[in-house]
């Protein structure tokens, strides 16, 4: 039996530029919403761990992790 790697890879790419792509819009001041309920999306990188970001908005349906490197 084989393992689906490729897939597996490839959703988890696609979760990572799509984390990148919301952390570069928010970086740079760019206003982004949440999908739910349309509030502003917010960047909280007072995380404990140092390597982490948080997005989310005010209600708190988004909740983002971001990894930072
Ligand atoms: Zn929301």
Not at 19 to 35: N, V
Not at 50 to 58: A, F, N, P, R, Y
Request: glycine letters at 8%; aromatic letters at 6%; one cysteine or more.
């Amino acid at each position: 039996m084989k393992f689906d790697i490729d897939a597996f890879n490839k959703k988890r790419a696609a979760a990572f530029n799509q984390h990148k792509t919301i952390l570069k819009k928010l970086s740079k001041g760019q206003a982004l919403f949440c999908e739910h309920c349309k509030q502003p999306l917010q960047l909280d990188l007072n995380q404990t761990d140092k390597h982490q970001g948080l997005v989310s908005c005010g209600k708190g349906c988004t909740h983002i992790e971001l990894e930072l490197g």
